[in-house]
């Protein structure tokens, strides 16, 4: 191996992301997801809060204060810093950051992050090749542009709520906040393309990532059908999803998920039902001709699954290579073969709240290995680090590690915060 390849290869250790580095202004899922993503590929992600620190590290139960089990994963091969923006020594504090960062992230509405003085022009005069990228409910161009959002409020806005009551008789929301981790991984991906625009040759820029349009977007693939067509050949909507027999269906001793779906799939659950009238019934040979009676077709499975045990069912579909799974629960999911098998959970030690599980990044590079580095910063802990690497001062960080509340700082401790090798 050359000096120079050596040199590299030492370089991405960490991941392919390895000597990145992001400034995370960003609360709660939607931004801190993304940054989630990116500091597991080994960017050294800066997590900047206020002294209150992020809402999500209050949730109970927790162990000790400031330090939810949400932030154990979410927050993970992070480092974490105190800056209370409304003081100016915080804010010059900042824009030293700036100037060494490689990214900028915020979840602030556009007219807020400009209040404050960090939009895009002022951010770029500190680092003119920064990507920078603004995270947020609505588009800034929009009539929305200023709106409060949260994950909720974009279910209901988008269309998803709507689909649930269209299926249930009244608009719910999926109990999941889908919007805001659906938006972050856009971020992620529009960050990692932007740096890959700079690293050909092509400098910095701004980018937008709205979750209204971003979950907009998503759901009209499979629901757009003849909507799309100027003018629409139907409205939208896509008729098996919508169908109210979709749904887990009860077996004998639980719940379960059936879903042919191939032409053989169905060719093959018919035999096994002993429903040979319907093998060449013109209603069921096509998936289109399926799809237009596919109620049928669901309360058929709905009134055969109770015959059968969950267990009967998955032998028969595995060996038909049906897709089908039973309905699990969260809690289960640690204990499930495949889970286990692939090590999706993995018992780590934080150095300050103890024993959790923590969930591997579900995506693998070869060449890249996941590992946690750091595990998740107890509130403000990194703060003289990461301001001494900018160059401030001793008195500099200390009026600035002065000013946040001793109730909300961590006193330093026998652990640095490093995960264990």
Partial sequence: MTEKSASKTSVLKDGPLSGIRVLDLTSVIMGPFATHILADLGADVIKVESPEGDSLRYHRPLRSPAMSGNILNLHRNKRGIILDLKREECRSALDCLIAKADVFVHSMRPKAIDRLGYGYDRVRALRPDIIYCGAYGFGARGPYGD??????????????????GAVEGEPRYVPTVICDKMAGQAAAYAILAAL???????GGQAIEVPMFETIVELNFFEHINGFAFEPPLGGPGYARLLNKARHPY?????????????????????????????????????MPDRVAHIDILYGMIEAEAPKRTTAAWVAFCDGASIPCMPVMRLEDLPDDPHVKA???FQPAEHPSEGPYRAIRAPVTLSAS????????PRLGEHTEEV??????????IARITESASPATVPSKGKHAGKARP
């Fill in 250 to 286: 009860r077996t004998a001793d639980g719940h379960l998920c059936i879903l042919p779906y191939s032409d053989r799939n169905w060719q093959d659950l018919y035999d096994f039902l002993g429903r040979h009238d319907l093998k060449d019934d013109p209603r069921f040979v096509t």
């Fill in 369 to 376: 290995p996941f590992r946690i580095r750091r595990h998740a």
């Fill in 342 to 344: 692939v090590g999706l």
């Fill in 196 to 202: 890959f625009h700079r690293e050909r040759g092509g």
């Fill in 147 to 164: 709106k409060a959002a949260y994950d909720d409020v974009i279910q209901a806005a988008s269309g998803i709520a709507a689909l649930i």
């Fill in 387 to 396: 301001l001494a690497e900018a160059g401030l001062s001793r008195d500099e």
